[in-house]
């Protein structure tokens, strides 16, 4: 089959490759010659996952796997069981619009502190994104451990549960705790707490919804920045215009006598707001996601597909049983929705109208699907996108990023999530090479 060359080139290396060559729908042979669909056409992704998307549930494989990882947790729940996770963990989200942010997320949340280079030169910085739940690694430590890939996923699973089900353990004396020194997932707990019985998770189900958020919620916004920070190496003008936006607005928020930025202060910062947008297209992290169809079905088409024969096919009938690749990342450069330069990074498309934002809207986040869209949405896309504005502003108002003579060599490593890995040292894992300095305070906003 064409399995080999899906999954072991770099992460969408194949997807690119196949929607230039026969477009947003191919057929691929799976397992034992199984026909299997990749799809990135919008019209029939928002049928899948918007219109009638209980209708297209995980593959029963991918639902084991997951079990095997997080537990029964929300990403394994299917149909009423999903209802129920969802209604769970929504009570537990945060207030976007009561949330102060930066320092807080940096220091705690994402398993990092920044810590300032004594020297002004540029030195090498290795930004390493490991499971945040480890909480080992400083922003400027660059040390891995160097251990087999299999061994580090049986060590992870087993950190998973053992950190969650700790949450659980300690929940009475830390409700009876300041706000300030509770976990991140207290709030999961506490909301369970407060549930009608006949809603409340089971401990096991709330470990798996821990072990859940630990895992799915930290690895793809860290990654995200972690990708975001490379692409802005590779482009001084963009840092440099971007780092000018965040002092402007952190000279405004200074001047009202604040200290954090708020939610109205992000969104009064479009170019930040553009390189965000633009990261979250151009690096998806989630590059897959898997789905089959639980009955005979007619995906619609946005654009109709010229089979071998001649003949032109405007819907594509789906047997009973189809296994789907949904291609997230493909559909994050179709060329008809974010212009020619689709493969490029460029966060002005956001700005001079060439991101079709209000096309064919599957996406919950400007019709991106990195978060996915419908009924199978990520749950926690609103906080991961404060989370990344955050970083990014905190980040990027206090360091200047530059390429290294490792940065050619990085791979878009696909591990589940995409993650970063320097050609010819996988051994090491995930690596991101960078040069870093303190950002020289001039301009407008200083």
């Given at each position: 089959g064409n399995l080999k060359e899906l999954y072991q080139g770099q992460a969408a290396e194949a997807d690119f490759k196949w929607q230039a060559q026969y477009g947003n729908v191919v057929r691929f042979k799976g397992s034992f010659g199984n026909n299997q669909l990749m799809i990135s056409d919008p019209a029939a992704l928002q049928y899948i996952f918007a219109n009638k998307g209980y209708r297209f549930p995980k593959p029963p494989e991918r639902r084991i796997?997951?079990?095997m990882l997080n537990g029964k947790g929300i990403l394994w729940a299917e149909a009423q069981f999903w209802n129920i996770d969802?209604?769970?963990?929504?009570s537990a989200a945060p207030n976007p619009g009561s949330i102060t942010l930066l320092c807080r997320?940096?220091?705690?949340?994402?398993?990092?502190?920044l810590k300032s280079p004594e020297k002004t030169p540029a030195h090498l910085t290795e930004i390493p994104i490991r499971h945040s739940?480890?909480?080992?690694?400083?922003?400027?430590?660059?040390q891995l451990r160097k251990t087999q890939m299999l061994d580090k996923i049986k060590t992870d699973i087993i950190l998973l549960y053992e950190r969650a089900?700790?949450?659980?353990?300690?929940?009475?004396s830390r409700q009876s705790?300041?706000?300030?020194?509770?976990?991140?997932?207290?709030?999961?707990?506490?909301?369970?707490?407060d549930t009608d019985a006949k809603a409340k998770l089971t401990e096991e189900e709330l470990v798996a919804q821990i072990r859940t958020i630990l895992l799915a919620g930290h690895e793809t916004t860290a990654n995200?920045?972690?990708?975001?920070?490379?692409e802005l190496a590779k482009q001084p003008k963009m840092q440099s215009r971007l780092r000018e936006e965040i002092w402007e607005t952190e000279a405004a928020v200074h001047a009202r006598g604040d200290v954090d930025f708020t939610i109205a202060d992000f969104d009064a910062m479009p170019y930040t707001t553009a390189v965000m947008k633009e990261v979250l297209r151009f690096c998806c992290v989630v590059y897959h996601v898997q789905r089959y169809a639980s009955e005979d079905d007619v995906l619609p088409l946005s654009q109709p597909i010229t089979a071998r024969s001649g003949d032109i096919i405007r819907e594509l009938p789906v047997p009973k049983g189809t296994r789907i690749i949904a291609s997230l990342a493909a559909y994050n450069r179709d060329k008809e929705l974010w212009g020619e330069d689709a493969h490029e990074f460029n966060p002005e498309r956001w700005l001079n109208g060439t991101a079709k934002e209000k096309v064919t809207s599957i996406g919950v986040y400007s019709n991106l699907m990195t978060f996915l869209g419908g009924v199978r949405s990520c749950i926690g896309w609103r906080f991961a996108v404060i989370e990344i504005q955050a970083f990014l502003t905190e980040i990027v108002g206090r360091f200047e990023f530059a390429t290294s003579?490792?940065?050619?060599l990085v791979r878009r490593e696909a591990c589940m999530v995409m993650a970063p890995v320097v050609e010819g040292e996988v051994e090491n894992g995930v690596q991101l090479p960078l040069r870093d300095s303190l950002a020289p305070r001039t301009g407008k906003g200083c």
């Open positions: 796997l997951t079990k969802k209604k769970a963990l929504d997320f940096c220091q705690s949340d994402m398993g990092y502190t739940y480890c909480n080992e690694d400083t922003f400027d430590s660059g089900r700790a949450y659980l353990v300690g929940r009475r705790q300041p706000h300030k020194y509770r976990p991140s997932n207290y709030s999961t707990v506490k909301a369970n707490m995200t920045i972690s990708w975001g920070l490379l003579d490792k940065t050619e």
